[in-house]
């Protein structure tokens, strides 16, 4: 059984950066498709990336987020973190790790495609980031 647990949201300045993490525990890592998912008031949850841990050939970005978001996986720690870059414009929202080892979940996931939220079988309880002005 796989579990995720966010952390690292809280109130962040508009233009402050923003570490995101997600522990892990219950699968190995070798084939799967993790993401980070977020919904900001009024909206749906949408993906803000997605990889494959297996050794993917891209990683997926919204269009939202490129350039300015990093995903990364440190499989020592067993933890996924989803890192803010670029002072630009506040993305406050509840941000939530997903995971799926289905093997046409990951397939997908590892060409870089967007995930899709009914695909990602496993999900953590999410962590609200707010904006502070």
């Known amino acids: 059984q796989m579990q995720l647990k966010e952390s690292g949201g809280g109130s962040v300045e508009a233009g402050g950066s923003l570490t995101l993490s997600c522990t892990t525990s219950?699968?190995?890592?070798?084939?799967?498709?993790v993401a980070w998912f977020r919904q900001g008031p009024g909206k749906e949850r949408e993906v803000v990336a997605n990889?494959?841990?297996?050794?993917?050939?891209?990683?997926y970005y919204d269009d939202s987020v490129k350039g300015r978001f990093t995903l990364a996986l440190d499989r020592d720690q067993r933890t996924l973190y989803l890192q803010r870059n670029s002072r630009k414009a506040p993305d406050a929202a509840m941000y939530c790790c997903?995971?799926?080892?289905?093997?046409?979940?990951?397939?997908?996931?590892?060409?870089?495609?967007?995930?899709?939220?009914?695909?990602?079988?496993?999900w953590g309880q999410g962590t609200q980031v707010t904006v502070s002005t």
């Open positions: 219950g699968w190995t890592y070798s084939s799967s498709c």
């Open positions: 997903a995971a799926s080892n289905s093997r046409k979940t990951w397939y997908s996931c590892r060409l870089g495609t967007r995930a899709d939220r009914k695909d990602l079988t496993f």
């Open positions: 990889f494959y841990t297996g050794g993917a050939i891209s990683t």
